[in-house]
Each structure stands twice: as C-alpha cells, then as structure tokens.
C-alpha cells in the first residue's frame, strides 16, 4: 500500500467501501449506478487500496472499467505519474486491451514510445499480450534502450529485438521429477547431499502424494546454520495431513525454534477437540483487534470443527463482510461452508463478482443454478480479460448436467 495517502476504507456496506475491498456486491451495486460509481472506480485504480501485495484488483477493476462503459483515458494519463502509478494503470490498461479496447491499446503503445517508465511496461505487454501487438516496437525500444541506466534483466521482449540482458550467475541443475519417491528421500537422508539440491528434491515431493518417509527426516532438514527448515519443507509437511501429528508432539518440544514452530503449527493446524474454545477466542480477539492479517488460519483451523464451531460463525461472517485483505476472503467462505451454510447461497452468487480468483472459483463451484448464475458463469467463462483456471472451471460447470453446483469433496 502506497505511504503517500493516508488509507482509510470507507464503510463496508457503501459502493465505495465495497469497491475499495474488492468484494463482489461492489461490482453489482456499481453497475446499478454507473454514473456515480464511475469515481470510485477510478480511484481504485489512481490509489492503491490492496491491504497486501497477495491481493488482486487489476481484473477487478478492469472489469468495472469496461462492464460501466467508462473512458480509459483517465487511466490512460496515469501512466504519467510515479513507477507505482504508472504499473497500476498498466496492468488495467493491459486488460483492457484483452478486451478489445483500442485507447488502451494505443494509450500503452504511445507510453512505450515516449514515457519514463517504458522498459517495465514494455515487458508486462511482452507477458501479456500477443507478440503481434508488441512486435513493431522493437525499433522504438532498440533506439531508448541506450539511454537506460542499465541493460534489463528479462529475455522478453529484449532478446527479440536483438537487445542485450544482464547476464545472470545461474547454472541449471538436472530435474529430480524422473527420480522416484523413493530415490528423493535417499537424498534427502545422505548428509552428503547439498542444501539446494535437498531443496530440489523438496520440489519434486510437492508434486507428488504425501510421502510418510519424509516425516523421520524432517528434523535433520533445517539450514546449514540451524535457524530455519529449509524452503519448501513446511509446504511438504502440510501436505502430510494428520499423518505428520504423531511426530508433531515431539518436534514441538525440541530446542530448534523453527523445529518447535513447524511441531506446534502442525498440532495447531489439526486441533482436538479441547482446542476448539481456544480458536473461537482467538477469532474473537482477531475481530476486536481488526487483525486483518490472520484470522484465515484460525478460520481453517475451526472449520476442521464442522458444525460444531457454531460459536464462530458470528465472527467468520464480519470478516466476510469488513475485511479489506480480499486474499483471505475464500477462507471465510470456505469455513462457513464447513460449520454452517445457512444463508450462503447468495454469498456463492456474490463470489461471482469477487476481485479474488480463489472466491469466484468457490462461487463457480457452489452458486446455487439459477438464470442469473448461470449467464454470470457464462460470461467468465467468455471473458478474454479473465484467468485461464477460471475460464476452465466455468466452462465445466456449465457442461455439467443442468449446470449444478459441482461437488465440494
């Protein structure tokens, strides 16, 4: 979030509020008044209202821009203002261009010619859009390129053009995905092998079923320096489920902090039943204290409950409604479906509409089928500016037999 305003979300249940936070009823309230909507979309995108970097607004926006009927060319003009600025307006302008509009198209082609911020937005044209659209500005950016403080780093779009890159110190290392499971916790057990290529086979695993073997080795698979587990290895353990807890108790007891850390998180990621008070405390504590970073973990952990954390479906519901941290948004959806889904039916159908790819791929999945859903669906699975996952999901909602809900499980 940009230092240079001072932030603060204006009510959750206004247009405004619901559009700084990304939520889906923000959309539709927006296009039932385009008019006096059309200001807090722009402002959407002139100032940064993401709680984090892990939120999404540029599709979001994108969306609105076009679904209202407004001018890109204020968007257009942000393209002057600082790096921030300028990236923002991009990356809207870029989808824009998906969607076939010719001002952004032409508005970001222009800026590539003349603006400060080129280089940057030279190459998120060169990720996002058909070569063809791109391709002819290689004379514009092999004339600029020299007046740079430094060569770029990425191959795209420079080496197309014959420009050189900053040459990087990297020597692949041969994939482990031919090695089998078995073969991969070798190496990870044999203290001979080298901290990356631990990380290597860490990667390997986390595409394939959980492995049991891995547990035992977890403890000997920290840094050289003792302070943390190497990367990867938590994202590992998680997936090992309940099968991880035994071991659990022991690791939290050891002296290694990040060993007793990953014990405990563990254990707290699968709770009994003498937890659950503890954890519907803790989500009331988070809402007093408006942590919007967090409570999606909690959230998880309570949904493992089921119906029995009814006491903290009041909770769960507030942050669905106030948080602006949109990324944790699905969390809270996903554990009132596990403890209570009474009444979401339309909260599914919102979802439609969310700034967030993991809530609109719940809503795909749990819309109730109805006229108003189903064209909604249609229309992500049409829209050029949306994600692939997505577009791939809606599309097999709607081939599925009357275009029900899919299943959960």
Known sequence: ?????????????????????????GAVRALQDPQGS???VYDG?????????????????????????????????????????????????????LAGSDDAKEGLRAYVRKGEHWVRVLES????????????????????????????????PWTRFGIEVQSRSFVPRPSLAGLSTAELL????????????KVDALRALNGREPAEGLIPLVPSLGT?????????????????????????????????????????????DHPGPEALPGLVTELAEQWTARAWCGPDRTARRLARFG??????????????????HSYERAAYLEALAAIDQ???????????????????????????TSPETLGRIAVLRDDLMETTVVRATARARLEAPTGRPCSNK
């Open 1 to 25: 979030m940009s230092d240079e305003y001072e932030m603060s979300y204006a009510l959750p249940d206004s247009v405004e509020g619901l559009l700084q936070r990304g939520r889906g009823l």
């Open 38 to 40: 059309a200001v807090f």
């Open 45 to 97: 995108i002139r100032r940064d209202w993401r709680w984090d970097q892990t939120d999404e607004r540029s599709l979001y926006l994108a969306r609105l821009v076009r679904d209202l009927d407004l001018s890109p060319m204020p968007i257009v003009d942000q393209l002057a203002g600082d790096e921030e600025a300028c990236l923002r307006a991009c990356e809207v302008l870029e989808l824009l261009g």
């Open 125 to 156: 044209l060169s990720a996002g859009w058909p070569p063809e659209w791109w391709e002819d500005l290689g004379e514009v950016a092999r004339a600029r390129i020299g007046a740079e403080a430094e060569l770029p780093w990425f191959s795209e």
């Open 186 to 197: 070798a190496l990870l057990a044999d203290t001979r092998t080298e901290g990356a290529t």
């Open 224 to 268: 050289s320096d003792g302070r943390r587990p190497l990367p990867l290895l938590r994202r590992a353990v998680e997936s090992l489920g309940l099968l991880a807890v035994p071991a659990a108790h022991g690791w939290a007891q050891e002296d290694r902090p990040w060993l007793a850390l990953l014990g405990a998180d563990v254990l707290a």
């Open 307 to 324: 119906p029995d954390a009814a006491g903290a479906v009041p909770y769960l519901r507030r942050f669905w409604l106030h948080t602006p």
């Open 342 to 368: 009474d009444g979401l039916e339309h909260v599914y159908a919102e979802s439609l509409w969310d700034c967030e790819e993991t809530t609109r791929l719940l809503g795909i999945a749990s819309a109730p």
